[in-house]
């Protein structure tokens, strides 16, 4: 019964433990520092450091930093803040595979030494050809039968810079005949003249992924290697790599299906475009599913949390959706978040009966669903800015806000009644007049009559104007992620709308990063981290607050 509830790898695990094929468990994270990690690297960080935790084991942070030419120390930084910020603790455990360059090199010279690798000097299009096909075996090189003596000569060379980009490289010695093509003695060095982020130019060879992963994994006493179903046919590779390099306790590779969300652009090349194109403000552009651009936007770790484990582990690939993504941040806030008022298409309400100078203090719940989270006050006075969506000089059936001869109530003040409304010289409404009954204030106990309609306002004294930003998905969702024709991204032109003039209530002056809040009615919002200031505050909207999103029932 035990397993019914536990995926397929924590049952890997188990049966690892209880044969004794480990005694203990470690996992890693271990990212290319060659982009911004987004949703789906997520899926990653949290199942393996999920792992670790479960099962009292360690969890290590480790760059795969094997390729230089793609490679920054901005990556690498960005990626550190991602992880930490998810709550992923590799405690003392941060490492980068060029720690280990010595250790590769030894482990190729061993591999040498076995008559299980060889220098090549076939050129990549050659190596190609040589290769096979699905249905072809491949064909030995012509280098293939050199000596012991002259692969350690040729290798040493190569390490010292005598030859040039391309010029050779080691291979393993495996099978040219195997069904999978990864065995088909693959390239595991090449030699690049560049210099690398963390080693400067102290090797000018450097190891291929498939040859260095598992030589990573092994000297850090990984046990479980968890990794996207992509890497699936290299396995037989990885398992090769660590036994004929006579690791003790060599790890095991485990391989899961990716996080796919639907209409979302995840790939590198097309975000550093966005970005290089100025289309988006930099990798954490709110409207992008990078993490730093989640948190930019306003999720938080725990919603992320949440729609990891709502999507699950498992060997099948599947698309989740964003309004699955949008269910989990509104179910993470909307007991936590004080509710507050603000108005992003204001519209002047004038109560003509209330005295000029008096301000009253009303009484709010912070969040009615959550006493908890306690009340605050409001200041109310005569001028008040409400939504211009509030009012309507002629409404239409079923309108129950306000318009000329109808009463509302002023959430959290008094019933008002709109009596006139005053209209610049192209006929557009910019303000309405109305009355008000004092015996009607919240709270009064009033119950002399009832009313439709509850709006809210903000005092247009006391309110603190802010710049609020609206987004949509970046694609546009009717045409697909690319064009069919040239590759291109199908973007929406109103991914993005900027609210310069927006009024809100006093208390949220003091909003800092990374305080969040909703709008009533207007949705969930945050403070901007990158471009609010106390003298020009910018709130982005995280959600709305409907949501097409529905929970399967079992």
């Given at each position: 019964?035990?397993?019914?509830?536990?995926?397929?790898?924590?049952q890997i695990i188990d049966k690892d433990l209880a044969e004794g094929v480990y005694d203990h468990v470690q996992t890693r994270f271990p990212p290319e520092p060659n982009g911004y990690l987004h949703i789906g690297h997520a899926k990653s960080i949290l199942l393996n450091y999920g792992l670790a935790k479960k099962y009292q084991g360690k969890f290590n942070m480790r760059f795969d930093d094997t390729n230089p030419t793609k490679e920054k120390s901005e990556f690498v930084e960005s990626i550190k803040a991602d992880v930490a910020w998810l709550g992923a603790d590799w405690e003392d455990r941060l490492f980068f595979a060029s720690d280990y360059f010595e250790t590769m090199y030894e482990c190729a010279v061993k591999l040498i030494k076995k008559g299980k690798a060889f220098v090549c000097d076939?050129?990549?299009?050659?190596i190609r050809e040589y290769r096979g096909t699905l249905t072809e075996p491949g064909k030995n090189s012509p280098y293939r039968d050199r000596s012991v003596e002259e692969n350690l000569e040729l290798f040493e060379n190569m390490k010292k810079g005598v030859y040039?980009?391309?010029?050779?490289v080691l291979r393993a010695k495996i099978d040219m005949a195997s069904p999978n093509i990864n065995m088909r003695d693959p390239v595991i060095y090449r030699v690049a003249h560049l210099t690398h982020h963390n080693t400067g130019d102290a090797w000018c060879i450097y190891p291929m992924y498939d040859f260095a992963h598992p030589i990573e994994d092994a000297v850090e006493h990984v046990?479980?290697?968890?990794?996207?179903?992509?890497?699936?046919?290299?396995?037989?590779l990885y398992d090769w790599v660590v036994r004929e390099c006579e690791f003790d306790h060599p790890p095991k590779q485990i391989e899961f299906a990716k996080l796919y969300l639907k209409n979302v652009v995840t790939g590198k090349r097309y975000i550093k475009k966005l970005v290089e194109d100025g289309i988006?403000?930099?990798?954490?552009?709110?409207?992008?599913?990078?993490?730093?651009?989640?948190?930019?936007?306003?999720?938080?770790?725990?919603?992320?949390?949440?729609?990891?484990?709502?999507?699950?582990?498992?060997?099948?690939?599947?698309?989740?959706?964003?309004?699955?993504?949008?269910?989990?941040?509104?179910?993470?806030?909307?007991?936590?978040?004080?509710?507050?008022?603000?108005?992003?298409h204001p519209l002047k309400l004038v109560i003509d009966n209330y005295p000029e100078d008096q301000v009253e203090y009303m009484e709010v719940q912070n969040n009615q669903e959550n006493p908890e989270l306690g009340v605050r006050t409001v200041p109310f006075c005569r001028e008040l800015y409400i939504e211009q969506e509030d009012f309507m000089e002629v409404p239409v059936k079923k309108y129950f806000r306000l318009f000329p001869g109808n009463e509302v109530r002023l959430m959290n003040g008094y019933f008002v009644t709109c009596t006139d409304v005053v209209k610049d010289e192209n006929g557009n409404v910019t303000e309405v007049h109305c009355t008000y009954d004092p015996e009607t204030r919240s709270g009064s106990g009033f119950t002399g009559r009832k009313v439709k309609g509850t709006?809210?306002?903000?005092?247009?004294?006391?309110a603190v104007k802010a710049?609020?930003?609206?987004?949509?998905?970046?694609?546009?969702?009717?045409?697909?992620?690319?064009?069919?024709?040239?590759?291109?991204?199908?973007l929406n032109p109103n991914s993005l709308t900027v609210l310069k003039e927006c009024y809100l209530e006093p208390g949220l002056a003091d909003a800092k990063v990374p305080d969040s809040f909703q709008f009533v009615r207007n949705g969930y919002f945050c403070v901007d981290s990158k471009d609010s200031t106390p003298e020009h505050p910018v709130f982005n909207r995280i959600v709305s607050l409907k949501s097409s999103f529905k929970i399967e029932k079992a």
């Open positions: 019964m035990e397993n019914e509830t536990k995926n397929f790898i924590e076939l050129t990549a299009e050659q040039k980009d391309g010029e050779k046990t479980h290697s968890i990794c996207t179903l992509e890497f699936e046919d290299h396995r037989p988006v403000d930099g990798w954490d552009d709110p409207r992008l599913v990078s993490i730093s651009g989640l948190r930019r936007r306003g999720y938080t770790p725990e919603s992320i949390r949440m729609f990891v484990e709502m999507a699950g582990v498992s060997k099948s690939n599947s698309i989740c959706e964003m309004p699955m993504l949008e269910y989990c941040i509104r179910e993470d806030l909307k007991m936590k978040r004080p509710r507050m008022m603000a108005v992003l709006i809210h306002w903000v005092s247009a004294r006391h710049e609020v930003r609206l987004y949509e998905n970046i694609i546009d969702e009717e045409k697909g992620v690319y064009n069919e024709e040239d590759g291109s991204l199908n």
